[in-house]
């Protein structure tokens, strides 16, 4: 079982399996909301413990479309943990337990900043992997 939680502990949750894949995103945006590395979960394995009136929902502006969660109290970004996907991303840094798996990919690299230098083998591309 896998725990996370954001800073102050308001919002925690468990993993009953590992998640699937992790994943970075160099995008202006994802950076802006506080977290690019992700790790993607499913949802029957997702078990939100306590938190959910901490938790706040931002919906960007068209073009965009990935909604981003984050604690109310403390800030901490959590990713798309209120997604009724089957399968949705959790920002990696909320993550209690140690999670035993490596980078996979590097997305928008063409927006990566000068001062942030890819230091893994992973797969880069210029946007998303599938584009």
Request: hydrophobic share 30%; net charge neutral.
């Amino acid at each position: 079982m896998l725990q996370g939680s954001c800073c102050c502990g308001s919002v925690r949750f468990t993993l009953s399996r590992p998640p699937t894949m992790m994943g970075t995103c160099h995008c202006t945006r994802c950076r802006k909301l506080g977290a690019s590395t992700f790790v993607f979960v499913e949802r029957e394995a997702f078990t939100l413990v306590s938190g959910a009136d901490c938790i706040t929902t931002y919906e960007p502006p068209a073009p965009y479309q990935y909604k981003r969660c984050f604690c109310t109290r403390c800030g901490t970004s959590l990713g798309e943990v209120t997604s009724a996907g089957n399968a949705f991303p959790v920002a990696a840094n909320c993550f209690d337990s140690e999670l035993e798996l490596a980078n996979q990919f590097h997305e928008f690299v063409k927006e990566k900043p000068h001062w942030v230098g890819i230091c893994d083998e992973a797969r880069q591309f210029a946007e998303h992997p599938h584009q």
